[in-house]
T-cell receptor, first 113, second 111 residues
Framework: DAGVTQSPTHLIKTRGQHVTLRCSPI?????VSWYQQVLGQGPQFIFQ???????GRGNFPDRFSARQFPNYSSELNVNALLLGDSALYLC????????????FGPGTRLTVL | SQQGEEDPQALSIQEGENATMNCSYK?????LQWYRQNSGRGLVHLIL?????REKHSGRLRVTLDTSKKSSSLLITASRAADTASYFC???????????FGTGTRLKVLA
């Protein structure tokens, strides 16, 4: 079975631009979560979606938004990019809500210049 | 910070030795999970321990949970060079939909 997939693998943007990151969960998983990981730190929780509804949000500005589609795939959007948004963005899927084991994708490396 | 605390931050051991990493958290939890990350890539799930469990084993891994001290430990026995990675604990705090990761322990196993 395929694991969690993310696209693109790498992305370079300039300040002020907008970016969309995509995630496909493991087949049968209905929950997708997004994390930001800055170099040298642990992942920080951004969003959790379950059954196409937002169930949790971390301490991130409104420039960050996400959605989940009927096929349970998800997009993370970031507007008005800042240099500090440069990070590895990780997507995780699970069968249900956060109390289940989360399986992570390989991540999207975003560089903002 | 919204993260838990792990110690040590870095650990260097010889192949065949045991490695112990500790994780502390702040409020009541439903479960605690340990993950491994190689060279800034995706995280690999190692083990999940629920709040009503005290110890779990998986192969060379042993995890303990002490909810009274709000702490957990991960023991890797008979370490191998391939165990070189960063290890993170993560907790879902009861009553929230947030999943909090620790700061991580960078383990280096020398051949």
């Amino acid at each position: 079975d395929a694991g969690v997939t993310q696209s693109p693998t790498h992305l370079i943007k300039t300040r002020g631009q907008h970016v969309t990151l995509r995630c496909s969960p493991i087949s049968g998983h209905k929950s997708v979560s997004w994390y930001q990981q800055v170099l040298g730190q642990g992942p920080q929780f951004i969003f959790q979606y379950y059954e196409k509804e937002e169930r949790g949000r971390g301490n991130f500005p409104d420039r960050f938004s996400a959605r989940q589609f009927p096929n349970y795939s998800s997009e993370l959007n970031v507007n008005a990019l800042l240099l500090g948004d440069s990070a590895l963005y990780l997507c995780a899927s699970s069968l249900g809500v956060l109390t289940d084991t989360q399986y992570f994708g390989p991540g999207t490396r975003l560089t903002v210049l | 910070s919204q993260q838990g605390e792990e110690d040590p931050q870095a650990l260097s051991i010889q192949e065949g030795e045991n490695a112990t990493m500790n994780c502390s958290y702040k409020t009541s939890i439903n479960n605690l999970q340990w993950y491994r990350q190689n060279s800034g890539r995706g995280l690999v799930h190692l083990i999940l321990i629920r709040s009503n469990e005290r110890e779990k084993h998986s192969g060379r891994l042993r995890v303990t949970l002490d909810t009274s001290k709000k702490s957990s430990s991960l023991l890797i026995t008979a370490s191998r060079a391939a165990d070189t990675a960063s290890y993170f604990c993560a907790t879902d705090y009861s009553g929230t939909y947030k999943y909090i990761f620790g700061t991580g322990t960078r383990l280096k196993v020398l051949a």
